[in-house]
């Protein structure tokens, strides 16, 4: 039983992780893409948060650059495949406002994030006895020169993302792109691409030569694996809950076909996605039966999307609506929408009852000490579920009525060009202002199987 433990927390995910960061960015293309290096330092601290609070804030920046990061992605595909401009304006000046919020996201979010992570490192170091990290030199010690060297590179990297952009500014009116400043754009992306790798180079050889010192560590690798082991044992049950956390979540997110947001007349969130995330969020908590809801959303919205394909390679660069078989295709298009939306409704209804069934027979609140405590633990309880029922109920209410812009969308457009922006309103809404707090507040209440068998 001694010789049983053969693996400890590896580093070579840390390393990877930072090799997709800082990378050359052309007009919102990035070539490494940022959200890959993000998730992976999301994976690796969701090892050692728990050990510390500064791995832990460093864990909760790092999400949300990574769906920053998808975003920008996101919008770099709207920018570059929307259509047709009405002129010569919008798509310089669209780019140039996004690579400058992107540039300044990153180095609001990024610097402190890697603040964070470089400080946890060194409290774990000087903890477990390892004088690798925190001894000085010049002093400073290895992590507070990392961090010194990271700001900077972050504050010139965001730099280099605005600078080519700034082109935009030379256009003039009755210009076309191939005048003035602008018709230089490819030049100045080309000198910034330069600047790019050269930051690129700086930082690799900053990020493995850090790394490098993690790896050498063989026994500070080994001990925050047993000092994870002995946090584990001394809260038992987080694991789970953290795992039906997730499955909310995934559950929550499905709702996002409901918003009806599209380039070129295309889906952001097709109902094949949100269908499979509903699937993996029901076969999580494990609940018999209740994923067979999701197969109509990712079926439809699968036939869906290849009919649309087929519309959109045969018919869209001719008349399409002047022609017999165009119209076909366009009329099944929309039909299989709308019937993606209804099975999505009718997900939403199955995923309600179930929350809140589970909710109900699966969350309690208890007082061990005290003379009351259970008549004390019986009413919190009762509170919280009531608190849980109202968030769940006003979610399927904002879900309903973004349901119904969005159909109205559907069968109005293009008419009524602007319904998305209603739907999309209670949709969010309904999910990050009801939904997701509820889920965050259920897991911390949510008796396990743990819990059961004591």
Same mark, same amino acid.
């Given at each position: 039983m001694e010789n049983r433990r053969t693996k400890t927390i590896s580093f070579r995910l840390l390393l990877f992780s930072g090799l997709f960061l800082l990378s050359p960015i052309f007009a919102l293309v990035d070539i490494l893409p940022d959200a890959i290096g993000f998730l992976l330092f999301v994976l690796f601290l969701a090892k050692l948060s728990d050990l510390n609070d500064e791995l832990a804030d460093a864990r909760r920046l790092f999400s949300g650059l990574f769906v920053l990061s998808v975003l920008r992605e996101l919008f770099s595909l709207i920018v570059h495949t929307a259509g047709k401009w009405e002129n010569a304006f919008e798509a310089p000046t669209l780019l140039l406002v996004l690579s400058f919020l992107c540039g300044l996201l990153q180095a609001l979010f990024l610097i402190p994030a890697f603040g964070h992570l470089y400080r946890g490192f060194s409290a774990l170091s000087e903890s477990c006895g390892i004088d690798a990290l925190w001894a000085t030199k010049r002093n400073l010690t290895l992590c507070e020169r990392a961090e010194r060297r990271t700001t900077v590179l972050v504050l010139l990297h965001s730099l280099f993302i605005v600078l080519p952009e700034l082109g935009a500014l030379g256009l003039r009116q009755g210009q076309t792109t191939d005048e003035g400043l602008y018709a230089f754009i490819n030049t100045y992306r080309i000198l @910034? !691409? =330069? !600047? &790019? +790798? =050269? +930051?690129?180079? +700086? /930082? /690799? =050889?900053? /990020?493995? !030569? &850090?790394?490098?010192?993690?790896l050498r560590e063989k026994s500070f690798s080994e001990r925050l694996e047993l000092a994870r082991d002995a946090d584990i044992a001394a809260h038992p049950g987080r694991a789970e809950r953290r795992s039906f956390y997730l499955s909310l979540c995934l559950l929550g997110l499905s709702m996002l076909v409901f918003l009806p947001v599209r380039t070129a007349d295309c889906s952001i969130f097709p109902g094949t996605i949100c269908g499979l995330l509903g699937l993996f969020g029901f076969l999580r908590l494990r609940i018999p039966k209740r994923w067979i809801a999701a197969l109509p959303l990712i079926l439809i919205g699968l036939v869906r999307i290849l009919l649309h394909l087929l519309y959109l390679g045969d018919h869209l660069p001719k008349d399409a609506l002047y022609e017999t078989e165009a119209y076909d295709f366009y009329f099944a298009v929309r039909v299989l929408h709308g019937l993606e939306f209804l099975s999505a409704a009718l997900l939403l209804c199955v995923l309600y009852l179930t929350l809140r069934r589970l909710f109900t027979e699966r969350l309690s609140v208890s007082f061990e000490t !005290?003379?009351? @405590?259970?008549? @004390?633990? %019986? %009413? @919190?309880?009762?509170? +919280?579920?009531?608190s849980l029922q109202k968030k769940l109920r006003f979610g399927m209410i904002c879900f309903s009525v973004s349901a119904l812009f969005s159909i109205a969308d559907l069968v109005l457009r293009p008419g009524f060009a602007y319904l998305w922006i209603p739907a999309t309103a209670f949709g969010t809404a309904g999910l990050f202002a009801f939904w997701l707090p509820a889920f965050r507040e259920a897991a911390d209440d949510f008796v396990t199987l743990k819990d059961y068998r004591e």
């Open positions: @910034a !691409g =330069i !600047g &790019f +790798l =050269i +930051l690129m180079i +700086l /930082w /690799w =050889i900053l /990020w493995i !030569g &850090f790394c490098k010192v993690l !005290g003379e009351y @405590a259970e008549e @004390a633990s %019986r %009413r @919190a309880t009762e509170k +919280l579920q009531k």
